[in-house]
């Protein structure tokens, strides 16, 4: 067994870039300290002035020639602990890696690698992902970008598809890696995906294609792939007009329901839209926004919306530049927006469900001499505890977290300035 750190690059802006980062072994614990924004108008309520934080790193060996990307974690249909990754060597080749636990995340098998290529990509605009079916069955869809191939349209060369690969042996062996998206045309760009397992066991898989014969430097649209008896079908198009380059987050609400958010464009207003489905992704409502921001800007900012399940509802939450407080939004799914995180340093936030509540985590510079840290808020509710800062967990970036009984285990990347950084894991408790 190994016990694992995990730390992963932060990318914002990026387009279609992966990167990879290492990690240091390094055992120590972790205090908090309580910090009140001077905004207190949004916080609903004040909770937990002095919360109890304690956080004991887990060690994994890193290998210092490698960059480590993209932590995630997830549960398997038995209940282990899930850890996935992507790691890059010297020379290009990058593998993305899994590994289980079987002690709510104490210790880590050794890892198993799905597939390695030098294609395989995994940021915050497409994050990789392992699946895990009811009946045992893991799933692993990443983007594997192809070479350039001229298209019809004249838009340039890149190209990217969806691929998935399936493991039926707990992930020891996994299948080579197959299209999502049964249309052959290559030269076209697929991605800013997200993917889950529906009510019925199926997957469902969501991403922005290029839209054909377009004459616009970027347009693209929503389409969706849903499996059948573990088959893919032929993808749908679900919505014609969308923001071209912003990733799309699905949810399985406390009703069994498919939401899938994504930033829409109405004539460059470009706030985020919900839409939901109650038969496992076969028919859809009309979108709906879930706050009018009313941003409008002539470009596509490359961020998305991460959501959770809370109590009986849900959370999404979202960046957005309007000139009236601008930053990162937390609101309701049925659109009450709870506070804003308006420090422009504060960015790439996670929601996690715990048993009475959901936590945001999100990094930021605690001031302006001190690289960014993790932080977060309690959401309870609708009630909004302050700030927390994890003490240690400086340079922190693409954070992480799964709950495990009365616990959270936090995922990210620690920033090194050889661009190789660590992963990182730590336990919390909020």
Not at 158 to 184: H, L, M, Q, Y
Request: glycine share 8%.
């Amino acid at each position: 067994m190994i016990r694992l750190i995990f730390t992963i690059p932060l990318v914002f802006l990026g387009l279609l870039v992966s990167m990879f980062s290492t990690d240091t072994n390094q055992d120590s614990e972790m205090t908090i300290c309580a910090y009140m924004p001077q905004n207190k108008s949004s916080i609903n309520s004040a909770t937990e002035n002095n919360a109890s934080i304690k956080t004991t790193d887990i060690p994994f060996e890193n290998d210092p020639n490698k960059a480590y990307s993209m932590p995630l974690l997830a549960k398997t249909a038995s209940g282990d602990v899930m850890l996935s990754w992507t790691e890059k060597d010297d020379q290009g080749l990058v593998s993305f890696c899994v590994a289980f636990s079987k002690d709510q995340g104490k210790t880590f098998s050794d890892k198993k690698v799905i597939f390695s290529g030098n294609g395989i990509g995994n940021s915050r605009m497409m994050r990789a992902k392992v699946l895990s079916k009811k009946n045992g069955t893991l799933v692993a869809i990443f983007t594997n970008r192809g070479e350039s191939v001229p298209n019809a349209s004249g838009r340039g060369g890149r190209s990217g598809n969806i691929v998935f690969c399936e493991s039926k042996d707990g992930g020891n062996t996994w299948t080579k890696p197959a299209n999502v998206d049964s249309d052959p045309k290559q030269g076209i760009v697929r991605g800013f995906f997200d993917a889950i397992v529906m009510s019925n066991d199926e997957i469902a898989v969501a991403y922005l294609k290029d839209v054909a014969n377009s004459t616009k430097h970027e347009e693209r649209d929503l389409r969706l792939v849903t499996s059948k008896d573990g088959v893919f079908q032929p993808e749908r198009l679900i919505d014609p007009v969308v923001c071209d380059c912003c990733p799309i987050n699905f949810l399985i609400d406390a009703d069994g329901a498919l939401n899938v958010f994504y930033r829409d464009n109405n004539d460059n207003i470009r706030d985020i839209a919900r839409m939901t489905s109650k038969d496992n992704g076969q028919t859809f409502s009309k979108p709906e926004i879930v706050f009018n921001d009313k941003w409008e800007i002539n470009g596509c900012p490359h961020s998305g919306a991460v959501s959770s399940i809370n109590g009986k509802g849900g959370l999404v939450s979202w960046f957005s530049g309007t000139d009236k407080e601008m930053g990162i939004r937390v609101a309701t799914t049925e659109g009450k927006r709870l506070f804003v995180l308006d420090d422009a340093s504060a960015k790439n936030q996670y929601l996690v469900k715990i048993p009475s509540a959901s936590v945001l985590f999100w990094e930021q510079n605690k001031d302006e001499n001190n690289p960014s840290q993790i932080a977060f808020r309690k959401i309870a509710d609708n009630k909004v505890s302050e700030i927390t800062w994890i003490e240690g967990s400086a340079n922190s970036t693409n954070v992480t977290g799964l709950t495990v009984g009365n616990t959270v285990i936090v995922a990210n990347e620690i920033i090194q300035s050889n661009k190789k950084n660590k992963l990182k894991i730590s336990t919390v408790s909020i």
